[in-house]
């Protein structure tokens, strides 16, 4: 299974991401890789954050990507490799906690270079071989664009979810993602909506999204508010959005076995 989580920040993607990599850590190896520059992935699976200073994420490997595209420091504009080596670098680089392995991949500081450098070639090409090669089920939590992604890498992935909150800018954010996805050659592109506190919550996001898309709700909760605050894990202090995400699991396992 290879799924990527994504929606505009705040909306829960997180959230989602470190529970659905928690239960599937109970089924086999998981691996999970934060693609998001607002890398909070790592608490939210129940990292210490002391366990995490010693995670570097993957574009400040100076050494590492010089050494595997041949650019360095003076690099940009020049020749360098768009295929380097990749393979090795989740067992190197990872670190594992409750059964499930994390990579951290970081941004790509592109201001006066253009999109086209040394490290997004990295992450790109990582990315690619996490999804097209790997035979751990990957859950990525990814900002709302696409930008590391290219039309066969997105082909990989089983299932792309947006995460909305009930409110017309979130709701915009899941038609471009989605028309995005489409265009690359991504056939599912689901939503959960996060954050949903009443009825009129609920009447709004059934009636704004299709119903073939549609995963399923995590409901507001003062626990998942207690966790973030406490740097804690979602899955093991918030039982009750534990139990919306395993029926959104379920509904993605029974659709995969179709």
Same mark, same amino acid.
């Given at each position: 299974m290879k799924i990527a989580v994504t929606g505009k920040g705040g909306v829960g993607k997180t959230t989602l991401a470190a529970v659905l990599a928690r239960l599937y850590a109970k089924e086999g190896t998981v691996l999970a890789a934060d693609v998001d520059p607002d890398a909070n992935l790592g608490l939210a699976l129940g990292f210490s954050a002391e366990e995490l200073e010693s995670l570097v994420p993957i574009s400040h490997l100076r050494d590492l990507i010089a050494e595997r595209t041949g650019a360095d420091s003076s690099g940009f504009g020049r020749f360098f490799k768009i295929n380097p080596r990749v393979d090795d670098i989740p067992d190197n680089f990872a670190i594992t906690k409750n059964g499930v392995k994390l990579l951290v991949l970081g941004t790509v500081? !592109? /201001?006066? !270079?253009?999109? #086209?450098?040394?490290e997004h070639v990295v992450l790109k090409r990582l990315i690619s071989h996490l999804v097209l090669r790997s035979n751990e089920v990957i859950i990525m939590d990814m900002e709302a664009g696409l930008e590391h992604l290219g039309r066969g890498t997105a082909e990989g992935f089983d299932r792309f979810i947006v995460v909305v909150e009930p409110g017309a800018r979130s709701l915009q954010t899941y038609r471009q993602v989605r028309s995005l996805a489409v265009?690359?050659?991504?056939? &599912? #592109?689901? #939503?959960? $909506?996060?954050? =949903?506190?009443?009825? @009129?919550?609920?009447?709004? +996001?059934?009636? &704004?999204i299709p119903a073939q898309d549609f995963l399923g709700f995590v409901h507001w909760s003062?626990? +998942? *508010? *207690? $966790?973030?605050?406490?740097?804690?894990?979602?899955?093991?202090?918030?039982?009750? $959005?534990? $139990?919306? +995400? @395993?029926? +959104?699991? /379920?509904? =993605?396992? /029974? @659709?995969a076995k179709l």
């Open positions: 500081e !592109t /201001a006066g !270079t253009g999109c #086209v450098c040394p265009e690359m050659g991504v056939e &599912n #592109v689901s #939503v959960v $909506a996060s954050k =949903i506190r009443t009825d @009129e919550d609920e009447d709004f +996001i059934l009636s &704004n003062d626990e +998942i *508010t *207690t $966790a973030d605050r406490l740097g804690g894990s979602t899955y093991d202090l918030c039982p009750s $959005a534990v $139990a919306e +995400i @395993e029926q +959104i699991k /379920a509904k =993605i396992d /029974a @659709e």
